[in-house]
């Protein structure tokens, strides 16, 4: 059994900064891409940004204000959001995929956590 826990979100003013983290425990053998997504009222969820063991990448609208990286040691994920907009704002969630040490593939969500940006 894997499990992931989200931690970080709140609100911010606009041009702040926040941090997320998303923490998975269990029977992990080995996490291959760790991505962090978000829901805003009204629209789908969208691709924020992704790392795997050798490469990152990010939606446009966030390249060179949010930072993606991982603690393999640690199986966390981390975003870090600078220069936040108001247009930010949504239901942040991170993604693993993963092997199980019963060499099983998982892809597991975390709980979501808001991020609210005021302008």
């Known amino acids: 059994q894997v499990q992931l826990v989200e931690s970080g979100g709140g609100l911010v003013q606009a041009g702040g900064s926040l941090r997320l983290s998303c923490a998975a425990s269990?029977?992990?053998?080995?996490?291959?891409?760790m991505g962090w997504y978000r829901q805003a009222p009204g629209k789908q969820r969208e691709l924020v940004a992704a790392i795997s063991r050798s490469s990152t990448n990010y939606t446009d609208s966030v390249k060179g204000r949010f930072t993606i990286s991982r603690d393999n040691a640690k199986n966390t994920v981390y975003l870090q959001m600078n220069s936040l907009k108001p247009e930010d704002t949504a239901v942040y969630y991170c993604n693993l995929i993963l092997m199980g040490r019963n060499l099983r593939r998982y892809d597991l969500w975390g709980q979501g956590t808001q991020v609210t940006v005021s302008s």
């Open positions: 269990g029977s992990i053998f080995s996490i291959n891409v």
